[in-house]
Antibody, heavy 119, light 112 residues
Framework: VQLQQSGPGLVKPSQTLSLTCAIF??????????WNWIRQSPSRGLEWLGRTYYRSKWYNDYAVSVKSRITINADTSKNQFSLHLNSVTPDDTAVYYC??????????WGQGILVTVSS | DVVVTQSPLSLPVTPGQPVSISCRSSQSLAASDGNTYLSWFHQRPGQSPRRLIYMVSNRDSGVPDRFSGSGSGTDFTLTISRVEAEDVGVYYC?????????FGQGTKVEIK
């Protein structure tokens, strides 16, 4: 399994941060896995943002800290999933990772993208 | 949220010596299915975290057998039997019993 992340490294304050994670070697709609976004910053450490998974229908879970601003969705035609975080501030500056969740842990990680929020 | 606390936060080590890192959770990580959902990760500078151990003591494929995990309930330990230079970096534990999954603060291992 490989996860390949893409997206801009610089986002202006108040705009939307959007990242994509392409999946190779597994299916985004697999019924035993979940697809997660995690970020890492010196102030917050490793922070779970949310996940999407398919169990006969699509489900999402989001961290309370970003729940009002986050959307994670899957694209089955491209076998990928995306993160959208709106109304960003400099506090959202971090390295963002996508991961595969399996048996209540993260076994595969993307390469990470440093996203800086600055004008 | 489940709080996960690691100690120590910094650990100078001598190659060839054993190393232990502690991880404690604010509630039991033992699930009703009989499994305990505690994982360990290693992160080198500039790299993504790599999982070493899952469900307390199961090593991931390709992880050297000098790494071992132990513990139960709320207290867990990662042990490196004989630390090598390539083991430097930051080690994290993570609980997977309750959403949101949460990580410890990390333990930085460096060579003396």
């Amino acid at each position: 399994v490989q996860l390949q992340q893409s997206g801009p490294g610089l986002v202006k304050p108040s705009q939307t941060l959007s990242l994509t994670c392409a999946i190779f070697g597994d299916s985004v709609s697999g019924n035993r896995v979940a697809w997660n976004w995690i970020r890492q910053s010196p102030s917050r450490g490793l922070e779970w943002l949310g996940r999407t998974y398919y169990r006969s229908k699509w489900y999402n879970d989001y961290a309370v800290s970003v729940k009002s601003r986050i959307t994670i969705n899957a694209d089955t035609s491209k076998n990928q999933f995306s993160l959208h975080l709106n109304s960003v501030t400099p506090d959202d500056t971090a390295v963002y990772y996508c991961t595969r969740g399996y048996i209540s842990s993260c076994d595969y990680w993307g390469q990470g993208i440093l996203v800086t929020v600055s004008s | 949220d489940v709080v996960v606390t690691q100690s120590p936060l910094s650990l100078p080590v001598t190659p060839g010596q054993p190393v232990s890192i502690s991880c404690r959770s604010s509630q039991s990580l033992a699930a009703s299915d009989g499994n305990t959902y505690l994982s360990w990760f290693h992160q080198r500078p500039g790299q993504s975290p790599r999982r070493l151990i899952y469900m307390v003591s199961n090593r991931d494929s390709g992880v050297p057998d000098r790494f071992s995990g132990s513990g139960s309930g709320t207290d867990f330990t990662l042990t490196i039997s004989r630390v090598e230079a390539e083991d430097v970096g930051v080690y994290y534990c993570m609980q997977g019993i309750q959403w949101p999954w949460t990580f410890g603060q990390g333990t930085k291992v460096e060579i003396k």
